[in-house]
């Protein structure tokens, strides 16, 4: 819906224009007017002859032809007024700051409804309502400050509220960061920040836009559009980090399944993000610190050297940067013997290097050459210098200044001082640089980068599965929790190695058919759905005798409509599940299984569809991923054949869309095989 009249405008009516900067109309016209707009800039305001030196109209029925419209009035003139412009005034784009729409209650959705059918009629683009408008080289179309220098260099910011764009801003400028585009937009009632994403993928030029992308989500109407777009752009160089609130579903509904207590809307936003090779940030903090890691060279191996004079910050760092993944190699050998030659007494090379409080900008210098050109393990230095306010720190800037331009290896400064060496900071940051304040959020936001992989192939080849047999029986089925004789003919159909079973509701039939299991055997009701919780699981039964007892107690249990009769699997108890969130594809999921899926929480996820890599990543990822390789003298399991049980359960759900949640809860691994012991598969064809 972008359109060039959004862009580059050659006029501007305000509507709402004011003489009193402090009131939302008055700080736009005077935004425009600071930001040496160049085209016409137009008022409607019937109180005012002159608003700010330009002339100002009565009524809009009253202006010429204009090609943006700025909307500063109260939500009840709005829908006329858009009218008028669209219909009249030949206007194609709007920019709506007021609230009082859909975000306030059902009559101003119905209004902001009307409006957006308006402007969608006459071919035009609306940013709001409830923004604070938009930024870039051609115009300053906001009431808020600070207003940003346009550099295209920089970073385009694109959010979902107003206020947390201005936070952003606000604290990146500080540090160092710039800005490029920023849009604001609001209630997204026609223009989401898909939509803006889009645009600038379409449009994109590496020699004049903005190479960062950064992304404030509070809901994401077209998860497809965003994942399209944003590996699009990331394909074509562009780095993108994006935070997205409102994650939680605590509280939403009664989980139903281990797939549903464990699955959230962030698991599956983190997918997403994964899929599309956006950095996810979990706040302005990280998100700016994203940002800062992007504009310096590119980390390409996890050994990172610390330099620092404060012995604490090192401790801290060292700890984010090993939980995250990263790692602090010990420095050691002739090499390291020499640099300690040219450091003082006390001080440690072994790394962290700690060149103590009196350590110099020389001392600095050495250090960095040495991790430069000597310590070939190193990748990657993180500088921390601040000051205690007895000397002027500026030759050590400097000297970090010009390591930061000649070195091939990256460098992060952290330059946490911000009062006593306010001054010295302000210089190293016009020189282009950028500063992180904090060892920790810049720990954490490195490792979300280095673990950040490229967008996934759009080609992905699943395995064959047997799609039509599959569709017979959701075709066949009532919503809800397939039964288990279907659900068995849905794993067999998609070549899912299941263990052999027998469901009986009498005792006289499961007698007949027992022979086809060997002892040892379990016995499970059928019917309740948490059957561990409603003591509905008897393992190792070895007799007919026992059979038969545990049969008419498995009978007793409360709802109870069945017993499933398997043999007594040993090995590895793995989990793999499906949940389906309202827009999205499929949310698969992984981890160890039986009861500890819900008592570690060791869970990887992935977007549908996935291909063996990602499965392959989501595995490899997992806290308990040592117990799949084998250790302690136990067997590992069959690690392609998990891979390809994930892929047949992604191409299972890309055949039947329905399936909105599912278990198989275990699967038993062995370094031979793995085998599906345990599923539940719930439908629900009106979401599909």
Do not use: W
């Not at 752009?233 to 997205?244: E, F, S």
């Not at 500088?383 to 000297?399: A, I, T």
């Not at 930061?404 to 990256?410: G, H, I």
Request: hydrophobic share 40%; charged share 20%.
């Amino acid at each position: 819906m972008i359109n060039q009249q959004l862009i580059d405008p050659r006029s501007i009516v305000i509507i709402g224009g004011s003489n009193n900067i402090g009131k939302p109309g008055g700080k736009i016209v005077k935004n425009c007017i600071d930001g040496n707009y160049k085209g016409e800039l137009r008022i409607v305001n019937p109180k005012e002859q002159h608003v700010q030196g330009i002339i100002s109209y009565a009524n809009v029925t009253d202006i010429p032809d204009t090609d943006l419209a700025i909307l500063a009035i109260p939500a009840k003139y709005c829908l006329e007024t858009v009218t008028v412009l669209a219909k009249q005034k030949n206007t194609k784009a709007f920019i709506i700051i007021s609230a009082g729409f859909g975000e306030t209650n059902e009559t101003g959705g119905h209004i902001e409804k009307e409006i957006v059918d308006i402007i969608t009629s006459v071919n035009g683009c609306l940013i709001g309502p409830n923004c604070i408008g938009v930024l870039n080289k051609n115009y300053k179309g906001v009431f808020t400050t600070p207003i940003p220098e346009f550099n295209s260099e920089g970073c385009d910011l694109i959010s979902g509220s107003g206020a947390t764009a201005v936070f952003i801003m606000e604290a990146g400028m500080l540090l160092g960061v710039q800005f490029a585009n920023v849009y604001s937009i609001g209630n997204g009632a026609q223009t989401g920040v898909e939509d803006v994403l889009e645009y600038m993928d379409i449009h994109y030029n590496p020699n004049i836009d903005a190479p960062i992308k950064l992304l404030y989500l509070e809901t994401i109407k077209n998860p497809q559009k965003l994942l399209k777009h944003a590996a699009s752009l990331i394909n074509k160089g562009v780095k993108i980090a994006a935070i997205k609130a409102g994650s939680t579903t605590e509280g939403s509904r009664a989980a139903t399944s281990h797939t549903g207590a464990i699955a959230s809307s962030d698991m599956t936003v983190r997918a997403l993000f994964k899929k599309a090779g956006i950095v996810y940030c979990s706040s302005r903090e990280e998100l700016l610190s994203v940002a800062s890691i992007f504009k310096y060279k590119k980390l390409n191996g996890k050994n990172i050297a610390i330099i620092t004079h404060a012995g604490g910050s090192a401790v801290m760092l060292t700890d984010v940067l090993s939980k995250g993944g990263l790692q602090i190699p010990t420095i050691e050998g002739e090499d390291a013997k020499k640099l300690e030659t040219y450091l003082h007494p006390g001080s440690s090379v072994h790394n962290p290097i700690d060149f103590l409080a009196t350590g110099t900008a020389e001392q600095l210098g050495i250090i960095i050459d040495y991790c430069e050109h000597k310590f070939e393990s190193i990748d990657a230095m993180v500088v921390v210098f601040g000051s205690p306010g007895l000397f002027d720190v500026k030759n050590v800037y400097d000297v970090l200044s010009v390591k930061l331009d000649v070195c091939s290896k990256p460098i992060f400064p952290v330059l946490p001082s911000v009062i006593n060496a306010r001054k010295e900071i302000e210089t190293f940051l016009s020189k282009g640089n950028i500063n992180f304040p904090d060892e920790v959020v810049l720990g954490k936001a490195l490792c979300e980068v280095y673990k950040t992989s490229a967008p996934s192939s759009n080609h992905i080849e699943l395995p064959k599965i047997d799609t039509k047999k599959i569709r017979a029986i959701i075709n066949q089925a009532n919503d809800g929790y397939l039964t288990p004789e279907d659900t068995a003919l849905v794993i067999d159909a998609s070549g899912i190695p299941r263990s052999k079973e027998i469901i009986e509701n009498s005792i006289e039939s499961l007698l007949s058919n027992i022979t086809q299991i060997p002892f040892p055997i379990v016995m499970k009701v059928v019917g309740p759905l948490h059957k561990s919780d409603a003591q509905g699981v008897i393992l190792n039964v070895n007799t007919i005798e026992e059979v038969t007892k545990n049969f008419d107690s498995l009978m007793g249990i409360k709802d109870a409509t069945g017993v499933m009769v398997q043999p007594m699997l040993s090995g590895l108890e793995l989990f793999v599940g499906v949940k389906k969130e309202p827009g999205f594809n499929h949310t698969i999921l992984c981890g160890l299984g039986g009861i500890f899926i819900e008592i570690l929480n060791d869970v990887a996820a992935g977007l549908s569809p996935i291909s063996d890599i990602e499965a392959q990543k989501m595995i490899r990822s997992l806290k308990g991923y040592q117990l799949l390789q084998g250790s302690r003298g136990k067997d590992g399991i069959n690690e392609p054949q998990f891979i390809e049980i994930i892929q047949r359960l992604s191409a299972l759900v890309e055949a039947a869309p329905e399936i909105i949640e599912m278990d198989i809860n275990p699967l038993i691994g062995t370094k031979d095989t793995i085998t599906a012991v345990d599923v539940r598969i719930k439908i629900e064809k009106t979401k599909a």
